[in-house]
């Protein structure tokens, strides 16, 4: 049996590559590009760290680092329902959590696809603020607004309050 012997200069473009993407990935530059060339492969390598975006919510001085994630399914209860001419008014509870705006999106969507008409939707993540918005979600105390999350007006205008109001607000359909 034959054992296959690779070259000193292919060894030396190997290790020269695995070091420039071991220094690559250690990086804090996101926008690290090199590349390795030796005459006698013609290699290159380049290598690109993925950039971190950081965002401020609810304008306090809590940061949040994102990263790239799938969204995430919302467990939900529907905890008040007010029957109307126009679609049924639902005050929602869910877990706190650190949600994204894709998912509270879903989450309405789920919710009004699955309980149609919806005319006002209300999702809080505490059971003060859903004894409160089910009461009135005009008079509600700084504490009680920081868990209400969301909002449907009219059946079709998704307007984010509370940790979430700096993601303004959508129409559903546009």
Known sequence: MRRQSWGPAFRGAAVAALAVTVLAACSDDPTVSTAVTDTSLESVT??????????QRGGSNRSTSTSVRE????SYDI????????????????EPGDYTEIDLSNLVLDIVEANEPVDQL????????LNAVIRNSENLTRQQSR???????????????GPYSDLGSFIIGS
């Open 147 to 161: 868990h209400y999350v969301l909002r449907l007006e009219n059946g079709n205008r998704v307007v984010f309050l």
């Open 122 to 129: 209300d999702v809080v993540d505490s059971q003060a603020a």
């Open 71 to 74: 969204p995430i399914e919302i």
């Open 46 to 55: 380049t290598v690109a760290a993925a950039p971190d975006t950081t965002r």
């Open 79 to 94: 905890r008040h329902r007010e029957p109307s001419d126009s679609g049924d008014r639902l005050v929602v509870l869910i």
